[in-house]
């Protein structure tokens, strides 16, 4: 999405300088840079088309609601917790990992499971390992 954001800007428009900033990818009619507004109203107008058109409904959400969910999957994905901090653009690691990170059982679940997977792969490697050292042991001994 943001490669086709980056590729299909204007450039017929002239440059606009916010608060120091430029290059702003996404502009309204006016060529000004899209305000956090903008998007709360294409969110509130997808999900009403959506509710209208389907029996099952989609609760309300919002570009922040968006900014946790990226924040959780990433950590889900086992980013960097500083990495994922700068990206949120946070002050605190704390406001990142407690506020933002929406982890449950689950996920729990889960990193037992991967732990346990890890801990039964490295036993694996030291068998290979001690098998091989046994196996060029009992070679050098006929050399």
């Avoid at 609760?59 to 990495?83: D, E, F, G, L, W």
């Avoid at 690691?93 to 991967?114: F, K, N, P, Q, W």
């Amino acid at each position: 999405m943001f490669r086709s954001l980056v590729e299909n800007r204007p450039t017929d428009l002239p440059e606009v300088i916010v608060k120091g900033y430029a290059g702003f990818l996404i502009r309204d009619k006016d060529g000004m840079p899209e305000v956090a507004l903008h998007w709360e109203l294409r969110f509130l107008h997808a999900v009403k088309r959506y509710n209208d058109i389907y029996k099952i409904q989609m609760p309300s959400i919002t570009p922040h609601v968006c900014r946790h969910t990226y924040c959780s999957n990433q950590a889900r994905a086992r980013m960097n917790p500083k990495t994922l901090q700068y990206l949120m653009g946070h002050s605190e690691i704390s406001v990142t990992m407690d506020v933002y990170t929406h982890l449950g059982l689950d996920d729990a679940r889960d990193e037992i499971i991967r732990l346990k997977e890890l801990e039964d792969a490295r036993k694996e490697i030291n068998n290979i390992e001690r098998d091989t050292m046994r196996s060029m042991e009992s070679q050098f001994k006929y050399i």
